[in-house]
C-alpha cells in the first residue's frame, strides 16, 4: 500500500474543529448490550470480587480521582489516569480489558527519527519508486518530491500518538518528556485500539491490505472505532464524568511544525472522519455486535466507508502490453499494481482545485457534513459511482537513467459516471497548462507533473496512460489494432 501504517495505528490532530458537536451525554447507569453489563459501582467505590465491566486496575469509572496536569503527570498519576480512562472506554465500548494496557512517553524528535521523517531520495527502493508514481498520479507529490518523505513528514507533524501491536503498548508524542501531559482525546483514542488488539488481534493478515484502498477502508473500521468512542468520552466530560484536564499549551499531541502536505494529510484523515460515521450507523442498525462482526469481516473500499454501503469492486482484468524496455513493478501491490480508490480520488480532484484552480469541485465543500461524527465531506460528484481502479507504475531502465510512468484503469457504475471523472481529470490538466496533441493526448509542458497523457473512455472505462513523452505513452501502452 502507498500510506504505510505499518503496525502503529496512529491518532491524527485535525486540522480543523471537529463539525457537528453535539449536548453532553448524560449517564443512564448500567447498561447491557450483547450480554454485557455495566456494573454499578458501591458508595465507597471499593473493588469488586472480580473483574467487571466498568472498572479496571483498581478504579471505577465514575470514581473521582486526583490527578493535576499543570506540571506533568508522575507515574502515580499516570497509572490512575489511564486506570480510570479504561474503565470508561469498557462503559462505552461494552469489551472487557483482558489486561492494563502500558503507556509509555516519547519526544517528537524521537518518533521523527524512528519514522524517518528526514528521508529523502537517495537510496530509493523498488517500492519508494513505485510509489513516487502512485502519488505523482494524483497530482500530490511532483516529479522532483519523494512521496515517502512527504508521506514521513505529515505523520510526524500530524501525529498524537499511536498504538504498537507488536509491542502491545501506547506511546504518546510530546514536545516535554521529563513532564508529559496527555489529552483524553489522544489517551481514550489509543486505549481503543489496545482494546481492539486484545479482542481482535490487529496483528493479523485481514487488518493488512495490499493496497492503498484496501488499507483505507481497514482503517476506516479500526479508527472510526476509535473515533466514535472518543468522541462518545468526550461529550460525557463536564456532564456525566468528570475528566482530568489538560493544560492548553501542551495537550500531548498536536502538530510538529511545518512539512504538512495538505493533499497526503486529507488522505490519511479519511478514516478518523467518515469511520466513525460508519461505526454509528453499525451501531444504529444492530448495536456493538455489528462492528464486532465487521472486525471479522473489515470492510474493502473506501467507498463502502463514505456511503456505507455493501458493494464491492468490479474486478478488472490488466494484459500488460509495453515494449522498449518499459516494465511493471510486479513484486509491489497486488501484481505490480494499487488501487487509490474514490477517497484518494476525491483527495486529488479536492487538491487540485485547492492549489491549481482547477475545475474540478468546490473545495470549500470539504466542510459540509450533516453527521455529527463527521469532519469532513469526502462525497463528490467526478469520484463518486466509483467501481474500482487498478494503477500499474512503469519504469524504463537504462545505461544512464530510468523513465517513469503508469497506466491507471479505472472502472466506473455507469458512462454517466466515467465521463464525469475523465472530465473533471481534463480540467486537472487543463490547470497544469496542458496542450493538447492529436486525439486523447495531452502534454504537460513544464512543472512538477511535465510528462505526457492519453485519456480514454470506453463504455464505463476510463484509462490514463502517462509518460514522458507521447512516443513512451505508445510504448507503455500501445493503442489496440
Known amino acids: 500500500m502507498n500510506v504505510r501504517y505499518g503496525l502503529a495505528v496512529v491518532a491524527v490532530?485535525?486540522?480543523?474543529?471537529?463539525?457537528?458537536?453535539?449536548?453532553?451525554?448524560?449517564?443512564?447507569?448500567?447498561?447491557?448490550?450483547g450480554g454485557e453489563t455495566v456494573a454499578s459501582p458501591p458508595a465507597n467505590f471499593s473493588d469488586p470480587e472480580s473483574d467487571v465491566l466498568g472498572w479496571e486496575d483498581g478504579y471505577w469509572y465514575n470514581e473521582p480521582v486526583s490527578v493535576d496536569q499543570s506540571d506533568g503527570l508522575s507515574d502515580e498519576e499516570m497509572r490512575t489516569y489511564v486506570g480510570r480512562a479504561m474503565a470508561r472506554v469498557?462503559?462505552?465500548?461494552?469489551?472487557?480489558?483482558?489486561?492494563?494496557?502500558?503507556?509509555?512517553?516519547?519526544?517528537?524528535?524521537?518518533?521523527?527519527?524512528?519514522?524517518?521523517?528526514?528521508?529523502?531520495?537517495?537510496?530509493?527502493?523498488?517500492?519508494?519508486?513505485?510509489?513516487?508514481?502512485?502519488?505523482?498520479?494524483?497530482?500530490?507529490?511532483?516529479?522532483?518530491?519523494?512521496?515517502?518523505?512527504?508521506?514521513?513528514?505529515?505523520?510526524?507533524?500530524?501525529?498524537?500518538?499511536?498504538?504498537?501491536?507488536?509491542?502491545?503498548?501506547?506511546?504518546?508524542?510530546t514536545g516535554t518528556p521529563e513532564s508529559p501531559t496527555i489529552s483524553n482525546v489522544t489517551l481514550v483514542?489509543?486505549?481503543?485500539?489496545?482494546?481492539?488488539?486484545?479482542?481482535?488481534?490487529?496483528?493479523?493478515?485481514?487488518?493488512?491490505?495490499?493496497?492503498?484502498?484496501?488499507?483505507?477502508?481497514?482503517?476506516?473500521?479500526?479508527?472510526?472505532?476509535?473515533?466514535?468512542?472518543?468522541?462518545?468520552?468526550?461529550?460525557?466530560?463536564?456532564?456525566?464524568?468528570?475528566?482530568?484536564?489538560?493544560?492548553?499549551a501542551s495537550g500531548g499531541g498536536g502538530g510538529g511544525g511545518g512539512g504538512m502536505n495538505l493533499g497526503i494529510f486529507l488522505t490519511i484523515f479519511q478514516p478518523y472522519s467518515d469511520g466513525p460515521v460508519y461505526v454509528d450507523s453499525l451501531i444504529r442498525s444492530e448495536g456493538w455486535s455489528a462492528v464486532d462482526e465487521s472486525f471479522q469481516t473489515p470492510p474493502v473500499s473506501s467507498e463502502q466507508i463514505i456511503h456505507r454501503t455493501d458493494e464491492t469492486p468490479v474486478p478488472i482484468e490488466y494484459r500488460d502490453r509495453a515494449r522498449n524496455g518499459w516494465e511493471t513493478f510486479p513484486q509491489q501491490g497486488e501484481g505490480g499494481s494499487d488501487t487509490v480508490g474514490e477517497a484518494s480520488m476525491y483527495v486529488m480532484f479536492w487538491y487540485q482545485a485547492r492549489q491549481s484552480g482547477a475545475e474540478t469541485i468546490n473545495p470549500r465543500t470539504l466542510g459540509n457534513v450533516n453527521n455529527r461524527y463527521d469532519t469532513y465531506n469526502y462525497a463528490a460528484e467526478p469520484s463518486a459511482g466509483w467501481g474500482n481502479d487498478r494503477l500499474f507504475p512503469y519504469r524504463n531502465q537504462t545505461s544512464n537513467d530510468t523513465e517513469y510512468g503508469y497506466v491507471w484503469v479505472t472502472e466506473w457504475d455507469s458512462e454517466a459516471d466515467a465521463r464525469q471523472f475523465q472530465q473533471a481529470y481534463q480540467a486537472v490538466l487543463e490547470a497544469q497548462n496542458a496542450d493538447q496533441r492529436g486525439e486523447a493526448t495531452y502534454v504537460i509542458p513544464d512543472g512538477q507533473f511535465a510528462d505526457a497523457f492519453r485519456v480514454t473512455q470506453s463504455g464505463t472505462r476510463v484509462t490514463i496512460v502517462n509518460g514522458p513523452t507521447v512516443d513512451d505513452v505508445s510504448n507503455i501502452r500501445p493503442r489496440s489494432s
Open 189 to 248: 483514542h489509543e486505549l481503543v485500539h489496545g482494546l481492539q488488539d486484545q479482542h481482535y488481534d490487529l496483528t493479523d493478515r485481514r487488518y493488512s491490505a495490499e493496497t492503498q484502498d484496501g488499507q483505507l477502508a481497514t482503517d476506516g473500521l479500526i479508527e472510526g472505532d476509535a473515533s466514535y468512542v472518543e468522541q462518545q468520552y468526550i461529550e460525557r466530560c463536564g456532564g456525566a464524568w468528570e475528566c482530568v484536564e489538560t493544560p492548553a
Open 90 to 173: 469498557e462503559v462505552i465500548r461494552k469489551l472487557e480489558f483482558e489486561r492494563r494496557v502500558p503507556v509509555s512517553v516519547i519526544s517528537r524528535e524521537t518518533y521523527r527519527n524512528r519514522s524517518g521523517g528526514g528521508g529523502g531520495a537517495a537510496g530509493e527502493t523498488d517500492y519508494s519508486q513505485w510509489n513516487d508514481q502512485v502519488w505523482e498520479a494524483l497530482f500530490v507529490t511532483g516529479e522532483s518530491q519523494n512521496s515517502n518523505a512527504a508521506i514521513s513528514s505529515t505523520r510526524t507533524s500530524a501525529v498524537a500518538g499511536f498504538y504498537s501491536p507488536s509491542d502491545d503498548e501506547i506511546k504518546i508524542i
Open 13 to 33: 490532530a485535525a486540522l480543523l474543529a471537529l463539525a457537528g458537536c453535539s449536548a453532553p451525554v448524560q449517564d443512564s447507569g448500567p447498561v447491557t448490550s
